[in-house]
């Protein structure tokens, strides 16, 4: 099978993706460093290019670059020829280009004027800093001397853990330092919020000079395609700069024997004061910057290891194995929120269970004392959004489904607001009985400043509002909740979860049923959001798929409210989010009606939502659209293909426009809830390997385009090989199943403490 993204690059075995032609816009990689006290995620282009941001365990976060800020330069100095190792930015032509996407690094390099590049930057795993090291081969029979230019402009931007910006105030102070071996960018804002809001730049090894402006570089075009070093005998003269136009454009120079080669290591990072990046920047050495992405490496390579795919396409196959493990562990340092974090663990659990565990934990104790949650903790988001609360029952439940360790509910959790402490489980309590009460005139849960859809803040016109979509999600959390208290033996809570669900389900049944599907909201003046009475938005796709998921609707109810969301909401490159899109503005929506039509919320292909539309699909066993909704939300749909989409192939993307204008364009890669949602519809309902508080329970909903299927999976210290056998077509549930070539009764797999054990299902 051919893939658009061929005409770029292919993805390289089960190791990473080379790109060998300009991609249709800068194709990123997220790379970060382990989760912790202090923590780097950079959003790097195949340029070289991107942002790069750390946050420190309290949340307060600086930004160290911005876009279009941060390039390498070569130069060969007898001929003055200046090239960049993958023809970009400068316009100088270069042969044999390629750049190696891998989880943990991004390698690129070209041959130009006899000399082979090569440029690897990674972010190690134990430290905040961005490292580049530049290889370079004389392919000729005289020396080269060679001076290599990296070029950075500091931002230096950033929040504190409350939430509240902070920006350069006076204008920070660029200063070359020899000692240093680069730039020094002190922030000189007064009043910050942390002492490390400082950027540097340097050259590890043979360091010439710098200049602290862009404009010395640059010049008065601040072109990056054509530097001032382009066309003229340029040399960094170390001159300093003060203000916005704050950068670092370090040289170093090296001569290079006919068929040797030589390398030069740059650093890019924080520091709290000149004298600290000196001493950070001295304990760097070329061994151990070596050793440190050979430990990424491993890393990177052990976590793929989680679980492995065949579905026979190479493009789904590669996306699983490589690269969506990588995507859910970054996630959780791009994002304060805390529904996107939660959200994520229910995956990432899945691949790396300790780090999902804690970050529910760490995520749990900004809860209030009184149940409510904030919108983010790392930094602190203030803002309250109805659904952030009834996340806490998904990520508890499958990550207690997933490790078995019932004595996750004993765990002691702290408040954001309060001295006291209270087991997992008494905070699910306290946020039952928080949401219960939290209620409109309708009896349906306030949606505060917003829910699961940012774009649907109240307004003045509105008032305030109820959601549906959140009252659903609710009655998910109730049946989880009283699931788990049954098992740990407290039926006072057990009944008491169940008694809630049946009256919000009723609630949901009288108050939100528009005839043909669910609403989405009731505003205080009665009028309701996602009603076919409407001119716009007339259906959304959350309250159906909610509807599924929490139980609410089944049968051919449930069925029914499906249909209509492929009716309505289905497109050749996804599912809009709602339909028709708002043409004109409505107070009574609020921002996302001042969108275009088509875009983002506002009727666009919003893919993180087509996760939980898939899941309902295989609850109630539609394997075929289920597996539409798979086929049109991955990268390189056929129907969107990435010379439409400009989508990088190896990452999730957040949305897809339905806008005319931009028909098909994609949102962006890496920060997206979508990566943890298709990850759980792929190995749990399509697959079928679903973890369950018993075990590994096998109810697959395979489309019969596919007959036969493998999957790999961790669980609970065991490996599980399991063949899928869909040759009869049958595509739902099990006819039998082997387990180490014994039969067994049911679907629900024996679980095993340690080994490899063969899975053999007949669907």
Not at 483 to 494: C, L, N, S, V
């Amino acid at each position: 099978m051919s893939f658009s993204y061929q005409n770029f690059g292919d993805f390289v075995g089960e190791e990473y993706f080379e790109l060998r032609n300009t991609p249709p816009r800068k194709w990123r990689l997220a790379l970060c460093n382990a989760i912790g006290p202090m923590e780097m995620w950079n959003d790097i282009a195949h340029t070289g290019d991107g942002e790069a941001k750390v946050r420190d365990a309290d949340g307060a976060q600086v930004n160290l670059t911005t876009w279009d800020s941060k390039y390498l330069y070569i130069r060969d100095d007898e001929t003055q020829t200046l090239f960049s190792p993958f023809g970009e930015p400068c316009h100088t032509p270069v042969s044999d280009r390629f750049c190696r996407i891998y989880p943990g690094k991004l390698v690129s390099g070209s041959t130009c004027s006899g000399l082979s590049v090569e440029h690897r930057i990674f972010v190690p795993e134990a430290l905040p800093i961005e490292l580049w090291t530049v290889t370079l081969k004389n392919n000729t029979d005289a020396p080269k001397q060679v001076s290599l230019f990296g070029y950075t402009q500091f931002d230096l931007t950033g929040k504190d853990s409350t939430g509240k910006p902070f920006g350069r105030g006076r204008g920070p102070i660029a200063i070359v330092d020899a000692e240093l071996g680069g730039v020094y960018c002190e922030n000189n804002q007064p009043n910050l919020p942390v002492d490390w809001a400082n950027g540097y730049f340097v050259a590890l090894n043979d360091y010439k000079g710098a200049d602290a402006c862009r404009n010395y570089f640059l010049g008065d075009s601040l072109g990056y395609a054509v530097p001032t070093a382009f066309d003229s005998d340029y040399n960094c003269q170390n001159r300093n700069w003060y203000g916005c136009d704050c950068a670092a454009t370090v040289q170093s120079v090296i001569t290079i024997e006919p068929g040797e080669t030589g390398r030069v290591d740059f650093a890019l990072g924080l520091s709290s004061s000149c004298a600290n990046a000196i001493q950070q920047v001295k304990a760097l050495s070329a061994a151990d910057i070596d050793a440190w992405c050979a430990e990424k490496d491993a890393i990177e390579t052990n976590r793929t290891k989680a679980f492995k795919i065949d579905i026979g396409n190479d493009h789904y196959n590669n996306l699983f194995n490589i690269f969506i493990k990588k995507q859910l562990y970054s996630y959780l340092i791009n994002k304060s929120g805390f529904r996107d974090n939660l959200q994520n663990d229910a995956a990432l659990a899945m691949v790396d269970y300790p780090a999902a565990k804690d970050n529910f934990l760490r995520a749990l104790a900004s809860q209030k004392i009184s149940g409510e949650v904030p919108h983010g903790f790392r930094p602190l988001n203030a803002h309250t959004y109805s659904d952030k609360p009834t996340w806490i029952f998904l990520a508890v439940s499958q990550l207690i489904k997933e490790g078995g360790d019932w004595s996750l509910l004993d765990e002691s959790v702290g408040y954001l607001d309060s001295d006291e402490t209270d087991t997992v489980f008494d905070h699910m309590v306290r946020t039952i009985r928080y949401l219960a009460q939290d209620t409109g005139a309708n009896g349906l849960l306030d949606q505060h400043h917003a829910d699961w859809n940012d774009g649907l803040e109240a307004t003045a016109e509105s008032g305030d509002r109820e959601s549906v979509m959140v009252s659903e999600q609710f009655c998910y959390g109730l049946r989880e909740l009283a699931q788990m208290a049954t098992r740990k033996g407290d039926a006072t809570i057990a009944e008491e979860a169940s008694r809630l669900y049946d009256d919000f389900k009723q609630r949901v049944e009288t108050v939100a049923w528009d005839g043909a599907w669910y609403q989405r909201s009731i505003c205080a003046d009665g009028y309701r959001i996602g009603s076919d009475k409407n001119p716009y938005g007339k259906i959304f796709q959350n309250t159906q798929s909610w509807a599924v998921l929490s139980g609410i609707a089944t049968g051919e109810k449930a069925e029914g409210i499906m249909d209509q969301v492929e009716k309505h909401l289905k497109t050749d490159i996804g599912y809009r989010i709602c339909f028709p899109g708002f043409a004109e503005y409505d107070p009574r929506v609020g921002h996302m009606s001042a969108c275009l039509p088509g875009v983002n919320e506002n009727g666009g292909c919003y893919n993180h939502a087509a996760g939980f539309k898939a899941v309902a699909d295989c609850i109630l066993g539609r394997a075929e659209t289920a597996w539409e909704t798979f086929r049109l939300v991955t990268p390189d749909n056929p129907l969107n293909p990435i010379t439409q989409s400009g989508a990088e192939p190896y990452s999730y993307i957040n949305s897809f426009s339905s806008c005319e204008h931009t028909y098909g364009n994609s949102g962006y890669a890496w920060r997206t809830g979508t990566a943890a949602w298709f990850t759980i519809l792929l190995l749990e309902y399509i697959l079928g390997a679903r973890r369950d508080y018993d075990g590994l329970r096998i109810d697959p909903c395979l489309t019969k385009t596919i007959p036969h299927a493998k999957l790999t999976r961790t669980f609970r210290g065991a490996r599980y090989h399991i063949n899928l056998d869909n040759s009869a077509g049958r595509c739902n549930g099990t006819t039998s199943i082997t387990v180490d070539g014994q039969k067994i009764e049911g679907n629900l797999l024996p679980v095993f403490e340690s080994g490899d054990h063969q899975i053999d299902v007949i669907i």
